[in-house]
């Protein structure tokens, strides 16, 4: 099955500066990468996500790239703010199945004012 | 429109006893997964339902657990004879199609506690 793994665990970041969270997946038949951002006590809600036919997609502070051939995939956050603060997690999905995603462990994000 | 609803938010049980935790879709969603979180641990994926039928439960343990999503009601994952080691939070998530592509909405979540 598919395997994804996040890195790195925790990132303390002051605001302003630029935030990077890095998943690799195995399964070469991923073709649908979400993240997701979860805030304390609530459920991971989407923030972005690509599919494999993209190598980028960007929207406002927030980019994700794509390469299908190393199997890996990140997340940029701009211009950090506090709010920003939270766990984020990226997954990996087949696009030809039906919805079931594979998660990595999680990166807690501390943006420091 | 209301989003993801589960309940309780919260719920403890002592060992042996039954866990049952709830799941309102969104309105129009007739696609639910449940989903499991360990502490400082990702969501690991357990089953996938759509009305009346169970797609894929390779992620349930095989005893003990149990879910359904009747025709009418939430969805519902029953955990009997519960044990320390099932204490996580439980996330549903709901989508209009079963497509990887569309959305899932997640839902606050049920953090069980076995005492």
Not at chain 1, 4 to 29: F, R
């Amino acid at each position: 099955g598919e395997n994804v793994e996040q890195h790195p665990s925790t990132l303390s970041v002051q605001e302003g500066d630029s935030a990077v969270i890095k998943c690799t997946y195995s399964d070469s038949a991923s073709n649908y990468f979400p993240w997701y951002k979860q805030e304390l006590g609530k459920g991971p809600q989407l923030i972005i996500d690509i599919r494999s036919n993209v190598g980028e997609k960007k929207d406002q502070r927030i980019a994700v790239t794509l390469n299908k051939t190393a199997k890996h995939f990140s997340l940029h956050i701009t211009e950090t703010q506090p709010e920003d603060s939270a766990v984020y997690f990226c997954a990996a999905g087949r696009g030809t199945s039906y919805g079931k995603l594979t998660f990595g462990q999680g990166t807690i994000l501390t943006v420091h004012p | 429109n209301a989003g993801v609803m589960q309940n309780p938010r919260h719920l403890v049980r002592r060992r042996g006893q039954e866990a049952r935790l709830r799941c309102s879709p969104m309105k129009g969603h007739s696609h639910v997964y449940w989903y499991r979180q360990l502490p400082e641990e990702g969501l690991k994926f357990m089953v996938y339902l759509q009305k009346e039928n169970i797609i894929d439960e390779s992620g349930m343990p095989k005893e003990r657990f149990s879910a359904e999503f009747p025709k009418e009601g939430p969805s519902i994952l029953r955990i009997q004879q519960v044990v320390r080691g099932d204490s996580a939070a439980y996330f549903c998530a709901s989508s209009p199609t079963g497509t990887v592509t569309n959305e899932q909405f997640f839902g606050p979540g049920t953090r069980l506690t076995v005492l």
